[in-house]
């Protein structure tokens, strides 16, 4: 079975640009989170989606946004890049909305602003 | 809100030895969980655990969920080179709903052979 693909793999972008990160969660997966890891840190959660429905939002500006499809795949959306946005951007899937359900993660996206 | 800390931040530890990361909440945890991330790599589950004091283990893994499970641990004993990465623990926010994860700032683990 195939896990969680994120794309693109590496991304560099340069200050005030915007990016949009997609994500396809294991199949059967009907719950996608969202997280940003700065080196070093570990992973903080920005985002939880379920059923194409906003059930979790992080301490993120509004400058993220997110949605959901049909197909249950999403997009991380980040407008007016800032230098601090540069990290590793993890996408999860779950098969439930319930914290007991334990967090499958892609291979994440490079995110470099310049 | 809530804060998760990992002790210690980095160890190095050769073969063969036994290593010991240790987790502290700020608030009492529903459960927590464990995830591995080797160098370059994602977060991979390990473990969940949810009863107060309890205790699982896998291979030369053992984990420990305190009693008033506010706090966890992870021994690995005889460390391989395999078991190199940064181990986190992760538990639930608050909200009675949702899977949002409050992680650790992890443990990396470096073995020399």
Redesign the interface.
């Given at each position: 079975d195939a896990g969680v693909t994120q794309s693109p793999t590496h991304l560099i972008k340069t200050r005030g640009q915007h990016v949009t990160l997609r994500c396809s969660p294991i199949s059967g997966h009907k719950s996608v989170s969202w997280y940003q890891q700065v080196l070093g840190q570990g992973p903080q959660f920005i985002f939880q989606y379920y059923e194409k429905e906003e059930r979790g939002r992080g301490n993120f500006p509004d400058r993220f946004s997110a949605r959901q499809f049909p197909n249950y795949s999403s997009e991380l959306n980040v407008n007016a890049l800032l230098l601090g946005d540069s990290a590793l951007y993890l996408c999860a899937s779950s098969l439930g909305l319930s914290y007991n359900s334990p967090l499958h993660f892609g291979n994440g996206t490079r995110l470099t602003v310049t | 809100?809530q804060q998760?800390m990992q002790i210690p931040q980095y160890q190095h530890v050769q073969e063969g030895e036994d290593f010991t990361t240790y987790c502290n909440s700020s608030t009492t945890l529903?459960?927590i969980?464990w995830?591995k991330q080797r160098p370059g790599?994602?977060?991979?589950?390990l473990i969940?655990l949810?009863k107060s004091g309890e205790v699982k283990k896998q291979k030369r893994l053992t984990f420990q969920f305190g009693e008033a499970k506010k706090n966890s641990s992870l021994h690995i004993t005889a460390t391989q080179t395999t078991d190199v990465g940064t181990y986190?623990c992760?538990g639930?926010?608050r909200?009675t709903?949702?899977?949002?994860?409050?992680?650790?700032?992890?443990t990396q683990l470096t073995v020399n052979p």
């Open positions: - | 809100g998760v529903s459960n969980q995830y790599g994602h977060p991979v589950f969940q949810v986190f992760a639930p926010g909200e709903s949702g899977s949002r994860l409050t992680f650790g700032e992890g």
